[in-house]
Structures are given as C-alpha cells and as structure tokens.
C-alpha cells in the first residue's frame, strides 16, 4: 500500500501540509511572538514588522492569535475524526456478527443520524451539555459515525462471507496471519479514507462552531473566533478574514486530496492507475517499454 | 438474467393470480409501491429522530426553573414549575404526552417566556426557508449547468477548468463565502445590503438582495457536488454502447443528451440533492450569524445557549420533518426518472 502511495506527487503534497499543519497544532502557542491575550493600544494595524499579520479590534497580535488558535482547530479536527471511528466502527463491525435485531437497529440508528441537520444538532448538543470543548468534539464526533458505520460494515459484510478467507482459514492460516494479509488490507483503506474525510468535515464542523462561540467562548483564540471578530471589522479591514479562511481551506483541501488519494490507490483500481502512470512515464521518456516494469507493479 | 419489468411481472404473478394485467394496472401498481417504500424507510428515521430529540432534552438535566429564576430558584419553585411543566412525571409518560401533542402539531411552549414555539418557529422559518430554497435552486442550476458542460467538453481545458473550480468550492465552508462575500459586495463595492432581512411582500427587489448573499454562500457546497456527480454520471453514460447505437442511428447530439444521456447518468447528482438538505438547513445556523438574519438557525443556538429546552427540541423536529419530506419527494422523482433506483430503496 505504501509503495504504492510514495509514487503519487499528491500523496506527498497532502502529507507534507498534513505534517506541517499537525506541527502548527501542536507547537502554535510556543511559536507564536506575542502572548495572543494581550491587547494594546494599536488597533486594527495594517502588517507592519512589529506584528507580522497587523492587530485585531483590540491591539492585539493576530500571529500569535493564528498560531495559539490552531491548537484547538487541528486537534479538534483530529479528536472528531478519532471519536467517530470508535463510534462508528465498532457497531459497524458488530453489526455483521451481532444478529439481526442489532442489526436492524444499528442501520435506523445510523439512517437518523446521516438525515438530521448536522451543524444545528451539533450546536444544539453542544450547548445544552454544558457548551464545552469536551461536549462539542463527543457531540460531532458522535453525528459524524456514520461515515465509519457504513465503510466498516461493508467491508466486514465482503470479508466474512469470502471465499479466500475460508481458503485461508482451512489451510491453515493462522489467525493473525489471516487477518494482516487479507482482512487489514480491505478494512484498513476504507477506513483511513473515511478518517481523512471525517477529518476534513470535523474541521470545518469546529472551525464553525467556535465561530458561533459555541464550544469555545472568546477570547481564547480560535480559528473560528478570529473569523467572528473580523466579521464585525470588515470596513477596517476587508484583508483581515484571509488569514484564518486560507489556513482552513489549506488544511481541509489537504484531507481531501489524502482520502482522494488512498482511494485511488487502494484494491484493483489502484493497481491499474499506477500501471498507467508507469506506462505515461516510460513512454514520455522515450525508452523502450521493458517488460518487467509493466509486470513489477503491484 | 430477469429484468426489473420482469421481476415485476412475476411479483403481480404471484400477489393476484387471477386480475387481468394490462400495462396500465402494473403502471399503478409500480408508482404505487413507489411512493409507499420510501415511507417505510423514513417512518422510523422520524420515529427515532424524535426520540433522539426528546431523549437529549431530558438528558441534560435543565429545568424550566433554572432558566427563568437561575441561581434564585428555591427548591419549592423548582419543583412547582417542574409540576406545571409535567416535568416530575416518569420519563415515557412525558415523551408519551408531548409526542402526541406534536402529531397534533402543537410544539409546547419556551421556557423562558411561555410563548408557543409553534408560532415562534413559523416566524423565523420563513426566512431560513427562502434562503435555503434559493440556495437549492442555485445549487442545482449552476451545479447542473457545469456538470453539464464539462461531461460534454469532457478532457479539454474547459473540463479542467471547471473541475479544478468545483474542487476549490468544495473546500470552502459557507460563513468563510459569506465572509468573503460581504466583504466583496456589502463593505467594498457597496452594491447589496450586508445583514438584515426583508420579507418578500415589501417587493422583490428588496426581498431578493437581502437573501441572494447568504444563498450564494450556502450553495457552495452543493454546486461542487451536484457537478462533480453529474459529469461522472454522464461520463459514464457517454460511453454506453446505446449512445454510440444512438449516433449511429443519426439522432441529433441534443436528443441523444436530453433523453438518452441525461436520463440515465443524471440519477447519482439527484440522489446528492436529496442528501443536501440537511447540510443546506444545518448551515443556515451560521450563515444566518453571517448576514445577521433572525432565522430558525440563530434561534436554534441562542435557545441552545439559554437552556430553553423545547424551543431546542421543536427547531429539531421542524428540521427532522422537513428533511424528511423533501427526501421522499426526491425519492419519488428519482423512481420516475430511473426505474432501476426503485429496486434498491
């Protein structure tokens, strides 16, 4: 799988922004050179060396307020993201093995969950629980599970009831060999495909509801915060909102360009996509096509 | 291997042997179970969106004496609003009673003032209506025309054109378009109104720009969605041996989009529309902050902020049966148009 993927350009783009990104996360408030709290009597100035990306409304440094709001922003994403595979695939799994009434109950459970109104329902979660971080990821983690619900069980649904499998079992694969050879693999991409999905949506999802200030209250920095108070600045500064807006779409493109590419990659139309690339690229280089290359592609 | 008409067939065969079957009773008989099969999937979503909402209510503990009298609430107070409110009977009892009185249409009132929250949605609903449903036609119109037009111009610059600008859409949450936009059209080039909201019988004009903004900021998503379904579902439908059949025949390119292509590679991007309403009613909560509307969404979050229990649970409910509703008229065109969708509702 992962030789496949290193020979996709876009595989790197989307990882080296994902590490960088998650690097921001996790190192953004000792990055940043101001304490993001503090105002001054300087408002709403332009860039200037001093403060990199100019002043908020109220003094202050709207770096150090980018790079300490990103903590809560890609976490937040990652920790959605991470609650919804637990949540959805676990039942998802079981729903395969537990009978029927589970079953049954477990797909209504999921078809409810996928036709409410996300964003209202996770605000609506949000603040009645006591509108914190903690009640705010539990809540849209919880309406993002179906995602992973319906990968997992489809995924279990083809490898219980296959033949190799059976093959595998009855001459004599071990347990764990089974599983690492034949069901990892299958379970495995459809689930990392979901995850960067469910990552991409749980940024927006959060980057929206600390926009409303639900969740978060102001004035702790967040993306979404920084978006709320520029709102209200516009007139002063029409540049403002750029900062935040650009970090998000950069940080969401690249979940989506990671799912896009591990679909592409995974199971046979994988294969034959990177048998086209091999092909394209020998042909564009003018050699002569070797009949090993065409056949060394796995 | 049986065709659906034969699958048909066979089922009449077996329900009446005996009744005459002309191609007009197995007409009826196909809208018929049509219309019904949708309804067997979407009672429970209701049934169970409804518990949800009602279990959720009572799982955070609020009670209506919290949210009027706060920190001065004496226990003897609690327990006579709890009463009034029907709040110290046992759980199934109560979703027992309001259940009922939903049926009956009646939604309760708020905690915090006592007024019906049936009147309180119908106010704003109407403003997250049109632009929702503004937003819808966008969607589809400008979703359709560019799906459209790159699975014909499929591989020129055109079609990358459009795909590469379909994938920027998709990456961009509404309140950040909206951000943009008011930035654009209220705060720089001074053309359309920023926030606020007037409603339709003082004049279109009026009506219509206060509503476009946040429309065009809500449509975002589905125009990249319904695009990119469609031009997959028509590429592949393009290069069906019965379109190729079609050419051969000499049937103009016109014909051969609007009844052969479109119909069959136009079901994917329906299907997407019939998924989008919910997002489309979820993400009026923040573009109504944007534009500063006092909408269903804006009300949903500050009575989620207040505590007011169920004003937060009737806006749920509202939404479950709007969503509800539009997804069965979807499905049902979605029988009309492919008959093959019909087997795997």
């Keep these: 799988m992962y030789s496949r993927l290193r020979r996709l350009p876009s595989f790197w783009i989307a990882s080296v922004l994902l590490v960088l990104v998650l690097l921001l996360g996790i190192l953004g408030s000792a990055l940043a050179p101001h304490d993001p709290l503090a105002g001054g009597s300087a408002l709403l100035q332009a860039p200037s060396a001093t403060h990199l990306l100019g002043t908020d409304y109220l003094g202050r440094d709207v770096l150090s307020r980018l790079l300490a709001g990103s903590r809560v922003s890609i976490l937040g994403a990652f920790e959605v993201a991470a609650i919804a595979l637990v949540v959805g695939t676990i039942p998802g799994l079981l729903s395969v093995y537990l009978g029927r009434v589970f079953e049954w109950l477990t797909l209504r459970i999921m078809d409810t969950l996928i036709a409410l109104p996300f964003l209202v329902f996770a605000v609506a979660l949000t603040a009645l629980l006591g509108n914190g971080l903690t009640q705010a990821m539990l809540s849209v983690g919880i309406l993002l599970s179906p995602m992973f619900y319906r990968v997992s069980r489809a995924a279990a649904l083809t490898v219980s009831s296959s033949q190799y499998v059976e093959a595998a079992v009855l001459s004599g694969g071990s347990t764990g060999w089974v599983l690492r050879r034949h069901i990892g693999p299958k379970v495995l991409a459809p689930i990392g495909i979901a995850f960067a999905n469910a990552a991409g949506v749980g940024l927006v999802i959060v980057a929206s509801l600390t926009f409303l200030g639900i969740g978060v209250q102001p004035p702790a920095p967040t993306w979404g915060g920084m978006l709320a108070s520029d709102l209200g600045y516009l007139a002063y500064q029409p540049y403002a909102p750029a900062y935040p807006i650009v970090l998000i779409m950069l940080t969401v493109w690249a979940f989506n360009l990671l799912a896009d590419v591990l679909r592409d990659t995974s199971g046979e139309a994988g294969r034959i996509l990177l048998k086209k690339r091999a092909l394209a690229k020998a042909r564009r280089r003018g050699r002569r096509l070797q009949p090993q290359l065409a056949g060394r592609v796995e | ?345």
């Design chain 2, 1 to 345: 291997m049986a065709t659906a008409t034969e699958i048909e067939v066979g089922r009449t065969r077996v329900a009446r042997p005996t009744e005459a079957r002309t191609a007009g009773s197995l007409r009826w008989k196909r809208i018929g179970l049509a219309i019904l099969r949708p309804f067997a999937v979407f009672v429970p979503v209701f049934l169970f969106g409804t518990f949800i909402t009602f279990l959720l209510g009572t799982l955070t503990g609020l009670n209506p004496a919290y949210v009027q009298l706060g920190e001065a609430a004496t226990p003897d107070a609690v327990a006579r609003l709890n009463h009034q409110y029907g709040l110290d009977q046992p759980f199934l009892v109560q979703y027992w009673t309001w259940f009922s009185a939903l049926l009956h249409g009646s939604l309760g009132s708020s905690w915090i003032d006592g007024i019906s929250i049936s009147t309180l949605i119908g106010q704003r609903i109407v403003i997250s209506l049109s632009v929702a449903a503004l937003a819808l036609v966008i969607g589809i119109v400008v979703g359709a025309a560019l799906g459209g037009v790159a699975a014909i111009l499929q591989t020129t610059w055109v079609d990358r054109a459009i795909t590469g600008f379909t994938s920027l859409m998709s990456v961009m949450p509404p309140f950040t378009v909206g951000i943009i936009l008011v930035a654009i059209f209220a705060v720089q080039l001074k053309v359309l109104p920023s926030a606020g909201y007037i409603s339709l019988s003082q004049g279109l004009w009026p009506w219509f720009s206060h509503v476009i903004l946040p429309a065009i900021a809500l449509s975002f998503d589905m125009v990249a969605g319904v695009a990119r379904q469609l031009r997959a579902g028509l590429v592949s439908a393009y290069g069906q041996n019965y379109v190729l059949g079609a050419t051969v025949h000499g049937l103009s390119p016109r014909r051969i989009f609007f009844v052969h292509v479109l119909r069959n590679g136009g079901g994917p991007a329906l299907a997407l529309v019939g998924l989008s309403l919910p997002n489309l009613l979820g993400g009026a909560v923040v573009t109504e902050t944007v534009f500063g509307l006092a909408g269903y969404g804006v009300f949903a979050s500050s009575s989620a902020l207040h505590g007011d229990v169920p004003a937060v649970q009737g806006v749920l409910v509202v939404s479950i049966v709007l969503v509800v509703a539009f997804n069965l008229i979807v499905n049902i065109a979605l029988n009309r148009i492919e008959p093959s969708a019909k087997r795997g509702v």
